[in-house]
């Protein structure tokens, strides 16, 4: 049916649907507008829009798969206090469906929830890689820190120029999570090498494992030239495990008080990075 001069026409449920999402991802507040992302590497999958939040993002990245990544971005966040916690693993791989105390709803791409003073977001749909995650959500309360836990493999995410890559090239500090063994340190020197070829600012580690005083000998041995730097500028935090959250994974349950000590460190590592760089020279 076409419409005649002055008549408007109706409007979709779909429509309606996407200018709701477009609103929740903060696209119409006033100073807010998308930033335009220019292609860093000819041939890779660029978006449309990037993303600019106005409270500090801190990237937490584990170096491996079950390393310890999402606990630790859980931790942090809880130090911090008013933060939130954003999930990019696709669906099916989420460390954070079970910890929430309370649902807030979802929208089609992301599930949002609350642990006490945390806001929690995960991704509702399965995303093939970082190219394809979407945009978070405006917070439904205040925060003072976003934590991004990076769940894509470092090299695949560094190589792209999606507006997750930028975020972690741009942050003040990256926290990257490994474990006490051999190949997680190896993991760990490759992370570090990675991030310095993308100029990515300063590294603070977390190490999930003994106290280095109890590492066997050949993990001792395994660590490498850009890990001790690391160390020898205290950069590098000692995680204690716990074997009831190994078990079980993360809950609605308080996380062990070891555990959101060394997040405080790491914490504090990372604010006094950025701290220095908003001071006038």
Known sequence: MTTTAG?????STDE????????????????SEPRRVTPSIAGTSTPDVGWEPVEPVLPVIGC???????????????????????EYATATASGLAAAASAELG?????????????????????????????LPTAPTQPVGLSVLDVSWELSQLL???????????GAPTVIAVTSASVPGL????????????HEVADVVAGVVGPRRARWPRGVAASVGSRTRELDRCGRLVEVPPDAGLAARGL??????????SAAATLLWLARADTYEKDVPS
Request: proline share 5%; glycine share 10%; hydrophobic share 40%.
């Open 64 to 86: 491996h798969g079950g390393a310890g990544a999402t606990t630790v971005a859980l931790a942090v966040a809880t130090a911090a206090g008013d933060a939130r916690v954003i």
């Open 16 to 31: 309606l649907r996407r200018a709701w999402l477009a609103v929740q991802s903060g696209q119409f507040r006033q100073g």
């Open 7 to 11: 008549t408007r026409r109706a409007v």
């Open 251 to 260: 809950d609605s349950q308080p996380l062990p008080p070891a555990l959101l």
């Open 186 to 197: 190896r993991r760990l020197e490759g992370a570090l090498a990675l991030l310095d070829d």
């Open 159 to 169: 190589a792209g120029s999606s507006w997750l890559a930028e975020q972690v090239r």
């Open 106 to 134: 979802h929208t089609s791409s992301w599930s949002q929830g609350r642990r006490d003073r945390v806001l929690l977001e995960r991704i509702t749909a399965n995303v093939t890689g970082p190219q394809d995650v979407p």
